[in-house]
């Protein structure tokens, strides 16, 4: 008689359970292959967008230094462009200084003087205030010190002097504007100060 597991080609129960754990261990061996594969893709995910977060952020400073860059080159290059006549604007100012020193030269206006004083007077005073205006439109602004705190950022002491007038610290004279180009200064002006009275000499105390 033909057995039943012969004729349907099954081996033996030993057989079939070696057949079982070989299809275990297959799926097993898949299955952690198919782990190692996930982990290593993760891994490699993670990896690239470190890579990617690194170079986001190398753009970032790089644009931020591209622009800090550009900032600084406009401004030395408006720097540059605003203060390149600082030497010409200077030496144009003693031009408005001697205008005025031909003005101060004149004697005072008086009723029935000359005409020919009058209109060289009015021809000088014209001429200043043309030439004023044509500097200022230009950034070169003339400030008159005289009667305002000494400021060591725009005036130079050329003397001291006591003064009932004026506190100490105070402008007496000023000899000549200070010159500012753009607010920036070109040419200080040349002032007499007013000076603190000397400290006065103890008086003895009573009894002494």
């Known amino acids: ?57 190398k753009w970032l400073r790089s644009e931020a230094e591209m622009q800090n860059l550009r900032a600084r080159a406009k401004r030395e290059v408006d720097d540059a462009r605003q203060y390149a006549v600082q030497k010409f604007a200077r030496d144009v100012v003693e031009a408005a200084e001697n205008l005025r020193r031909g003005l101060a030269s004149l004697p005072p206006a008086t ?62 004279q000023a000899w000549t504007p200070a010159w500012t180009l753009h607010g920036r200064l070109l040419k200080p002006a040349m002032v007499v100060v007013a000076k603190g009275d000397e400290a006065a000499p103890a008086t003895p105390e009573a009894g002494q």
């Open 1 to 57: 008689m033909t057995n039943t597991a012969d004729t349907f080609g099954v081996g033996s129960p030993a057989e079939q359970a070696e057949s079982d754990r070989t299809d275990h261990d297959q799926l097993h061996e898949a299955t952690e292959t198919g782990d190692e594969v996930m982990n290593a893709a993760a891994a490699r995910i993670k990896a690239l967008e470190a890579e990617v977060a690194e170079a986001h952020d």
């Open 111 to 172: 009723e029935g003087e000359d005409g020919i004083l009058a209109k060289m007077r009015e021809g000088i005073e014209s001429t200043e205030r043309s030439f004023i205006s044509i500097l200022e439109r230009h950034g070169v602004v003339g400030h008159d010190a005289a009667g305002k705190p000494f400021d060591a950022n725009l005036h130079q002491a050329m003397a001291e002097q006591p003064s009932a007038e004026h506190e100490p610290g105070t402008v007496i």
